[in-house]
């Protein structure tokens, strides 16, 4: 099925992740979505690592999970996991062999911006992410408020443009921590 698009550049495949569990343009299994269409807040992924669970994962047993990373960052600032919506723009991980599908990519990333609609507020991950929403390098504007953006399709919803956890991994959680603090302020949590 074709579906029209109202963003910049027009598509001409589908956005729908077919029979909700596949990507619409490669076919292959998708990592769902995590928590309620609902939710008051919405986390954005280039890939669905936080939507990771023990369960389906690559990550060794005695791995910290990204979802408890976040998690516990999020308590730091007195957030719950339970009032976000995840949603990542690559709906699975990188093919075998190959690089990711730049059809995948804009599906999904159609398919994500579709989900800020009536979000409170919107935490973005990722430098590449940043770039595809800002123009900017991640390090210029993360943890700002009101970053100009091209996709925000509901107005002025609060958002804010963070590391991807799999950096906290690397570099700590400290900027992360951080730019999640001013976020929580933006939106009045604390
Ligand atoms: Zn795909």
Do not use: W
């Not at 062999?97 to 990722?126: Q, T």
């Not at 950096?167 to 929580?184: N, P, V």
């Amino acid at each position: 099925m074709i579906e029209e698009n109202e963003y910049d550049p027009p598509i001409t495949y589908p956005t729908k992740l077919h029979k909700g569990r596949y990507c619409p343009v490669c076919a292959e299994e998708a990592v769902s979505p995590l928590g309620s269409t609902d939710n008051d807040y919405l986390i954005i992924e280039e890939f669905p690592y936080a939507m990771l669970t023990p369960k389906r994962t690559s990550f060794n047993r005695n791995e910290i999970f990204p979802q408890s990373i976040l998690q516990l960052e999020l308590d730091k600032v007195g957030m719950l996991l339970g009032k976000f919506r995840f949603v990542s723009v690559f709906p699975h991980f990188s093919h075998e062999n190959g690089d990711p599908n730049a059809n995948c990519y804009a599906s999904g990333l159609a398919r994500a911006v579709d989900e800020i609609n009536g979000k409170k507020g919107v935490i973005i991950l990722g430098a590449n992410l940043c770039k595809e929403f800002t123009g900017y390098e991640l390090k210029k504007v993360c943890g700002l408020s009101y970053v100009d953006t091209k996709y925000m399709p509901d107005g002025d919803v609060p958002r804010v443009f963070l590391p991807s956890i799999d950096t906290i991994y690397s570099t700590g959680a400290g900027e992360f921590g951080l730019g999640l603090m001013r976020f929580a302020k933006q939106i009045g949590v604390i």
